[in-house]
């Protein structure tokens, strides 16, 4: 399977705290992409990291990327309430017309 | 506001009962695509569409049917065929088809419960 996984399943913080996300895949990838989805909502894309990139800023977020492991990690610094979410990885694999694969997700929760 | 709208929000079938999620997009995507998730897991590809009048079948298609009649529109009808099609059910979008490599954009999806 193609498919990333992401590591760990469920996260539980205190705001404030910095929350570590991880997904490892198998096959080599043209980028890798994190989603956020709010319980009963839509996914929402956050940040989009090509191949050929080691590391990416977006605000609070910042995710990193090692092809050689191939795996990619999503930080969130300073965390929220309002952060508490699932968070999915999506690899977009190589080769012609490669569709974009989903993970399970990771469920984080940020305690007031 | 630009953006992908599914309706129903909720839908209630009985089984044996086809019913028809609709899906409609005002970014000028080229693509649209149709996505299940089950508690759990991560989304799983039922059918895409590269262009209007055409669609290709993702890695679930049995028991699911779509259309796409209009750029705008990518109506996804679950049969009696599907076993167990209670479900959320996610359409998203694309600029372009599988050779855009970049972000998908999402309706805020619909809940699918068989009784």
């Known amino acids: 399977s193609q498919q990333g996984e992401e590591d760990p399943q469920a996260l539980s913080i205190q705001e404030g705290e910095n929350a570590t996300m991880n997904c490892s895949y198998k096959?080599?990838?043209?980028?890798l992409q994190w989603y956020r989805q709010n319980s009963g909502r839509g996914l929402v894309h956050l940040i989009l990291?090509?191949?050929?990139?080691r590391e990416k800023h977006s605000g609070r977020l910042r995710v990193t990327l090692d092809t050689s492991k191939k795996s990619s990690s999503l930080l969130i610094t300073a965390s929220r309430a309002a952060d508490t979410a699932s968070y999915f990885c999506a690899t977009r694999h190589t080769g012609a017309n490669s569709k974009l694969t989903f993970g399970k997700g990771i469920t984080l929760s940020v305690r007031p | 506001d630009g953006g992908i709208t599914q309706s129903p929000k909720y839908l209630f079938r009985k089984e044996g009962q086809n019913v028809t999620l609709s899906c409609e997009q005002n970014l000028n995507h080229d693509a649209m695509y149709w996505y299940r998730q089950d508690p759990g897991q991560g989304l799983r590809l039922i059918y895409y569409s590269q262009i209007v009048n055409d669609f290709q079948k993702g890695d679930i298609a049995e028991g699911y049917s779509v259309s796409r009649e209009k750029k705008e529109s990518f109506p996804l009808t679950v049969t009696s065929a599907q076993k167990n099609p209670t479900a959320f059910y996610l359409c998203a979008s694309s600029p372009s088809g599988l050779a855009f490599t970049g972000e998908l954009f999402f309706g805020e999806g619909s809940r699918l419960t068989v009784l």
């Open positions: 990291i090509r191949s050929n990139e």
């Open positions: 096959t080599s990838i043209n980028n």
